[in-house]
């Protein structure tokens, strides 16, 4: 409370209240009652209405009422001390309540004394309200009751003013309801402070609405100190406020869309190298908000993902260098240690120099809209895939719309590709149904078209010209009105289960006819209910047609011959019922058409998860005739078995070539020292007793045998129990399997090691009475080259010498009449000399010594195209070969004798002789073109002349260690090649 420029807290008259009613407490012990409650009593009141303080007035007028109100009824002097006490403290409170109401009676009178103070109280420089008229803004003055005593201009304009008369409660009820208690408390209090204030408020408007104020006041003093009022200026901010509210708006909506985009903006200043960005990218780089912000050199090395950091680098340097706008997808590390994704495009702006200021960016954390991209795109390939899978595919037709909506796996289901085909309705008939099935796929449209959902099946022709049958699922789907919005539907693949189904039915018809050719039914019991199914064939084997009778127990057990066949499948159906056994036994029945036949039956059971027999399944088939042929079979093998005692060969049977079994007859054991079964009937077995020589040729005798060739005959060796071999001959035949192919393989082994030791023998001397011919023949060849040189050297040039003599007597002749004579005897000696060298030529060509082995190849040559008519050519390969004697001899025959053969046997009209090799060996090939022939003839003509063919060059080859080969087909012609070591 102040009063006359000071401020009293109401410490000091608490203190004289205590000390006043202390005294007052004294005096009515001593005073007589009337005195105390008629003078001490009333001092409190009369202090309390002198001092201004609020304690102190409540205090005072408290107890001056108590002491008035109570002081008749205060027990007289002399009474107890605690009466006394308690009735003094009473006193004390109502003395206290009284000066409570008394300082709220003054406090009241005070504030109305201060609200009738005229303004001329209030002491301004008279300048102060010359600006204050003239300010663009409100002002006003309150007093120290708070009182307006004053506004300007602009306030009066404000809220509408006349006069004076209008301040006071008409400016106190302009403020808005809501901002009068908050603005008057910042006022009271700062005036009890006396201290500046600043308050905002809502100021009612002379045009209607209220503006929003920014108010600031001063206090103000007179020339004694004391607080004489306060001066308030105040400024229209509503416009400023609604920007700020505006911005804030913006701000949060900015703030919320980014925060829901997961999108940040930032700025780069490049003269401060600092980033400034928005709240949305520390939450997208997982920073917290008081936290530094990094900048780009951190943002490159310790933000960005290692891997992305030089991709980074590099836009940002291109950046730099084009000022040109970009764009690009890096990984963040968060602190965390989280990975994600974010999307940066740049942007640049630059100063009226053309540089760089700012680089403005925005960043966008696409990491749950790529994991959700590519959980869509697995999506789709996981229902691709299973479409595929399941042949499956879906399809859309909007109205409206001229193709349907494929999915890939209806795609490939009809072996399309959407690049390149469109599933318009006339693509569908054209390319995709099958002309047959078009009506049908036709109608079941017109189906789908009034309201049905419709399953259809038709054929699909792929693009490879391969059919399918699909199963099309197809529905309407409507709009809010009722009105046909989209025709769905779904295609599946059924060509497996129709091929099932076929193969399912083919199945039944095959089994229908095995057990038609088998002559083998089957029956089917369910032990549960008693029902029993017999299949077509059972009932032509009870001699009846299907369904004639009923299938039972009873029926069967009717047909049966024997009694103890029905007692024996009586008590093996018990035993099946109860799971204990399996009825498998061979029953001799009369059936319903008077025939009798033995039937073999056996069973299989079916149990319950229990173990308990649910159903029985039963075969019963004729064997009749097999039991016929049995015994026949027996008869034979008793027939057979007597047959092989009584023959010395070894039989044999491979009864599957492609396995092991293999049966050997007693004999054959008996024949090689074995005991019988000592092989275990193995062909493995049996094979490792073949000499490894003779192993190749037994299997080759053995492959032509069974690809339908000459007869399984060959001479081998087996070895024996005393460790020799012995030569046998083994002879077979193949058995021919249904297929055409060889199965099976029988024969017998015959021991002709007597036989063979004496061939070999035999062989041996033919041998060597070859060796001796040829070498005979080579000798007789050198006699003849001896004697060719002998007629040549000595009787030839006898011959020429006896001429040349002749001739000196031809004058003598002439002379004498005799010239006719000596003529005669010189031609007979020129024909001599003429035969003497033909028999040379023949006996021993000179070319061969004279001029070499090629050259006696060129004559040889000359003379066979000159003898026989064929064009003959010799080539060379110009190698120089050093051939012995013999060499030379050998070939030269060689030669000589398959140009004889050319031109007397083949038909040829050229040949052709090459010869060719050096140092090791030389090979001279003589080809032709004339008929073939084979090996065999060959040999014929070599015996039939008398060893001078093939042969005989054979032997002599074999002689030098060399070889003859020859190739030769019918109408193909013939080459034999003639190689010879050569010996150094």
Not at 369 to 388: I, V
Not at 657 to 675: A, V
Not at 851 to 875: K, N
Request: net charge negative.
């Amino acid at each position: 409370m102040n009063y006359r420029g000071k401020e009293y807290t109401g410490a000091w008259p608490l203190a004289a209240a205590i000390a006043l009613c202390a005294a007052a407490f004294a005096a009515d012990l001593a005073i007589p009652r009337a005195v105390a409650g008629g003078v001490l009593y009333l001092l409190p009141i009369l202090v309390t209405l002198w001092v201004p303080g609020i304690a102190a007035t409540v205090a005072f007028g408290t107890v001056a009422l108590a002491l008035t109100l109570l002081g008749y009824f205060i027990p007289p002097p002399g009474a107890e001390l605690w009466q006394v006490v308690t009735n003094r403290a009473l006193v004390f409170g109502a003395i206290i309540a009284t000066a409570a109401v008394v300082a709220s009676l003054k406090s009241r009178r005070t504030v109305r004394t201060a609200q009738s103070t005229p303004p001329t109280t209030l002491e301004l420089h008279h300048d102060f309200y010359g600006v204050a008229e003239s300010m663009p803004g409100i002002c006003w003055i309150m007093d120290p009751g708070y009182r307006v005593v004053y506004v300007n201009a602009q306030a009066r304009a404000f809220a509408g003013i006349d006069g004076e008369h209008d301040l006071g409660a008409r400016w106190h009820e302009l403020i808005h309801p809501d901002d009068r208690a908050a603005m008057w408390a910042v006022v009271e209090d700062h005036f009890r402070s006396i201290r500046p204030f600043e308050v905002e408020f809502r100021l009612q408007r002379s045009s209607g609405g209220y503006a929003e104020i920014l108010a600031q006041g001063r206090p103000f003093f007179g020339e004694h100190g004391e607080l004489t009022g306060y001066v308030a200026t105040g400024m229209d901010v509503s416009a400023q406020k609604r920007t700020e509210r505006d911005l804030r708006d913006s701000e949060a909506f900015l703030s919320r869309a980014q925060h829901l985009a997961s999108v940040g903006n930032w700025i780069w200043d490049s003269s401060t190298n600092s980033i400034r960005w928005s709240e949305q990218m520390d939450r997208i780089f997982g920073i917290s908000q008081d936290s530094a912000k990094p900048t780009i050199e951190s943002v490159a090395t310790e933000i960005i993902h290692p891997d992305d950091r030089e991709v980074f680098a590099a836009d940002w340097k291109e950046l730099l260098r084009t000022k040109v706008p970009r764009a690009g997808s890096y990984r963040i590390i968060r602190p965390d240690g989280e990975v994600r994704l974010v999307q940066a495009e740049f942007d640049v702006d630059l100063d009226e120099s053309g540089v760089i200021a700012r680089i403005l960016g925005t960043t966008q954390d696409i990491t749950e809209r790529m994991r959700a991209e590519q959980a869509l795109h697995d999506s789709r390939d996981l229902l691709a895939w299973s479409e595929r899978l399941a042949l499956v595919g879906s399809w859309i037709w909007r109205v409206g719309d001229k193709a349907a909506r494929w999915s890939d796996g209806l795609y490939a289901l009809a072996g399309r590709r959407a690049d390149t085909w469109s599933p318009t309705i006339g693509n569908i008939y054209r390319d995709l149904i099958l002309a047959e099935d078009i009506e049908h796929f036709e109608n079941d449209w017109r189906r789908v078209r009034r309201g049905e959902d419709v399953v259809s099946e038709f054929r699909m022709r792929r693009l490879d010209g391969t059919i399918r049958w699909v199963r099309e699922l197809r529905s309407l789907t409507f709009g809010p009105t009722g009105e046909v919005t989209q025709i769905v539907g779904a295609t599946r693949d059924i060509t497996f289960e129709r091929e099932a189904a076929q193969a399912l039915s083919d199945s039944r018809e095959r089994l229908a006819y095995a057990e038609s050719v088998a002559r083998l039914g089957h029956s089917d019991w369910d032990v549960q209910t008693g029902k029993e199914v017999w299949s077509d064939e059972l009932y032509r084997l009870l001699g009846t047609q299907p369904g004639a009778v009923e299938p039972s127990l009873s029926t069967f057990l009717d047909l049966l011959v024997n009694q103890q066949d029905r007692e024996r499948l009586q008590r093996g159906r018990g035993l099946v019922a109860s799971g204990d056994a399996s009825p498998g036994a061979l029953y001799h029945i009369r059936g319903l058409d008077g025939r009798e036949r033995d039937l073999q039956v056996g069973g299989q059971v079916e149990c319950d998860d229990k173990g308990a027999v649910v159903r029985v399944f039963a075969t019963a088939q004729d064997v009749t005739d097999l039991n016929e042929a049995q015994r026949a079979l027996q008869s034979s093998e008793r027939r057979f078995d007597l047959a092989a005692r009584g023959t010395n060969d070894g039989l044999w049977d491979w009864l599957n070539i492609d396995e092991e079994p293999f049966w050997l007859s007693e004999r054959y054991y008996q024949l090689l020292g074995y005991e019988v079964h000592a092989f275990g009937g193995s062909a493995t077995k049996v094979g490792e007793l073949i000499h490894p020589d003779d192993f190749e040729a037994v299997a080759i005798a053995l492959d032509a045998h069974l690809r339908g060739g000459r007869e399984f005959d060959v001479e081998h060796r087996l070895l024996t129990s005393s460790g020799e071999y012995r030569w046998f001959r083994s002879r077979g035949a193949a058995a021919e399997g249904d297929d055409g192919k060889s199965t099976r393989l029988a024969g017998s082994s015959q021991d002709v090691h007597a036989r063979h030791m004496a061939e070999l023998e035999v062989e041996h001397h033919q041998a060597q009475l070859r060796g001796l011919a040829a070498r005979a023949a080579l000798a007789a060849e050198k006699e003849r080259r001896r004697i060719g040189a002998e007629l040549h050297d000595r009787t030839i040039q006898n011959l020429g010498i006896t001429k040349v003599k002749l001739g000196a007597l031809r004058d003598l002749a002439t002379q004498t009449g005799n010239e006719a004579a000596y003529d005669a005897v010189a031609q007979v000696l020129d024909a001599t000399i003429q035969d003497a060298r033909l028999l040379l030529s023949e006996i021993s060509p000179p070319v061969l010594t004279e001029l070499g082995f090629e050259a006696a190849v060129d004559w040889l040559a000359e003379r066979a195209e000159g003898q026989y008519g064929v064009h003959c050519t010799v080539s060379d390969d110009g190698q120089p070969r050093l051939l012995d004697e013999d060499a030379q001899l050998v070939l030269f025959q060689a030669v000589r004798e398959l140009l004889a053969n050319v031109g007397k046997h083949a038909r040829a009209g050229s040949a052709h002789v090459l010869i060719s090799g050096a140092e090791s060996r030389v090979v001279v090939q003589v080809v032709d073109d004339g008929v073939g022939f084979e090996a065999a003839a060959v040999e014929r003509t070599a015996i039939d002349e008398g060893g001078y063919g093939l042969f005989s060059i054979r032997e002599r080859l074999r002689m030098l260690g060399g070889v003859l080969q020859i190739e030769s087909h019918p109408d193909a012609g013939t080459r034999v090649t003639v190689t010879v070591p050569i010996r150094h």
